[in-house]
């Protein structure tokens, strides 16, 4: 069983939720339904499972009454061998993005308090229109991921001594001894193109052939346009997969910036922003908006109009790619700007799973360009990735003009400080 970060964050909920569900949301694939099924089964007596895409006659248990006795009552009839033990029962409600009711429904189960109920989906956002009422107030929202880079060290055979060690060098700003800061470089080209899918990721571990995990990348990828076909109106369906498809051609400019032109000859916003916001809504890509000051809060200096988009798996987007350019991922062969378009997307997946919020930076005469910027205390951070060697002459000028309490440089090298500038071997992105 793969380790996963958020078995520990379900732990907390269920010690210290008050007459609340949980609704954990993230993309299809991404190991929701595994890891919940195993903490049911290890954290409590009883543990009942309801899946609404593969069972949809279970949608009938939440028609009519919404009571809390009248839903139990109604499991113990479709539910074969299903018993309450009360305090010590974990009701799963999978896939509820197929059943509005049953989000509805979780205010009425929070209230009952008898049973613990954890609900899960990858395609929320799609169906808000189709509730009844969101039961704010009674839903605690988690958002997973695929593995991050740590769970996937964690899967390769890293021990947990061994990370804290390698975080000894980034808390110290010392020096890696290069032939650890070797190991980790290709354990990182390794990352980028396994990615965190579980299945990838497992297959991996039982193969050890990297043209087996493109096999599985390139099945996922099926299952996610057969999601779009299943769930996006006849109308877009075909837009969704060109705004997706064109997102390796977004990252492989000069500025990543995402461009409707790029996606067709044809494409503006009028066109595709109803497709992007879908993607967003599924999990599969997340957007980063450019800011017009880099100043606190960020979000007051947003500019909506001028974004760029990420894949949420980096694995993913580089099989996206071709199998030959992860080859030279993981040869260190690939030269260009796609190699900064996927070492950009890396960070920004490494960051995101860390619970950061991401803005960049680009100024109107575009003479300055920081990949991210993120806000602690008050204080506004920029990060810049550097996928080869070169002068970092935006961040200086950012520094100069804004003196951030620290500043982040993300390289293939080794770690080094300077005038408030700290530069990162890109593996530690996991410790900022």
């Given amino acids: 069983m793969l380790k996963r970060k958020i078995y520990d964050e379900l732990l907390t909920w269920k010690n210290k939720k008050n007459r609340e569900c949980l609704l954990v949301q993230g993309a299809r694939q991404i190991g929701k339904t595994f890891i919940i099924e195993a903490f049911g089964k290890d954290q409590y007596t009883d543990y009942v499972y309801l899946n609404f895409y593969q069972n949809p006659e279970y949608k009938e248990i939440f028609e009519g009454s919404l009571e809390a006795a009248e839903i139990y009552k109604k499991i113990s009839l479709y539910v074969r061998e299903v018993h309450f033990t009360e305090h010590d029962t974990l009701i799963f409600l999978d896939e509820i993005q197929d059943c509005p009711n049953a989000r509805t ?34 839903e605690r929202t988690m958002e997973m991921y695929a593995l991050d880079f740590e769970e996937f060290l964690w899967a390769v055979g890293r021990t947990p001594e061994a990370i804290d060690a390698l975080k000894g060098y980034f808390d110290r700003k010392e020096k890696i001894e290069d032939g650890i800061h070797r190991q980790f470089m290709q354990l990182l080209r390794e990352y980028l193109v396994v990615g965190g899918m579980p299945e990838a990721v497992n297959v991996f571990l039982k193969t050890n052939n990297f043209q087996e995990v ?59 922003e109803n497709c992007l916001n879908w993607l967003v809504d599924a999990g599969m890509i997340k957007l980063c908006v450019n800011v017009s000051t880099p100043q606190f809060p960020l979000v007051a200096y947003e500019k909506p109009n001028q974004f760029k988009a990420y894949v949420t798996d980096i694995g993913l987007l580089t099989s996206l790619y071709g199998y ?56 506004v951070i920029p990060v810049e990735v550097k996928a080869k060697r070169g002068a970092t002459i ?39």
């Fill in 394 to 432: 935006s961040l200086n000028n950012f520094i100069a003009e804004y003196d951030p309490p620290v500043a982040y440089k993300l390289v293939a090298g080794n770690l080094g400080v300077c005038d408030g500038k700290v530069t990162l071997p890109l593996y530690l992105a996991m410790f900022l």
């Fill in 324 to 379: 030959e350019t992860q080859a030279a991922l993981l040869k260190d062969t690939l030269v260009g700007p796609v190699k900064g378009g996927i070492y950009e997307n890396l960070v920004f997946d490494m960051l995101i799973k860390r619970g950061f919020t991401l803005n960049y930076y680009k100024n109107d005469n575009n003479t300055q360009e920081i990949e991210f910027l993120f806000a602690r205390e008050g204080a």
């Fill in 105 to 138: 429904a979780l205010k009425f189960l929070a209230m009952d308090d008898r049973y613990d109920v954890i609900a899960s989906g990858s395609l929320l956002g799609l169906h808000y229109k189709e509730m009844i009422s969101i039961p704010v107030g009674y």
């Fill in 214 to 272: 493109f096999g599985t990348q390139k099945k996922i990828m099926e299952s996610y346009r057969e999601d779009i076909k299943h769930y996006a109106s006849s109308a877009i369906r075909q837009k969704i997969s060109d705004c997706y498809l064109s997102i390796p051609r977004q990252l492989a400019k000069e500025y990543t910036k995402f461009q409707y032109k790029v996606v067709s000859k044809e494409g503006n916003a009028r066109r595709y």
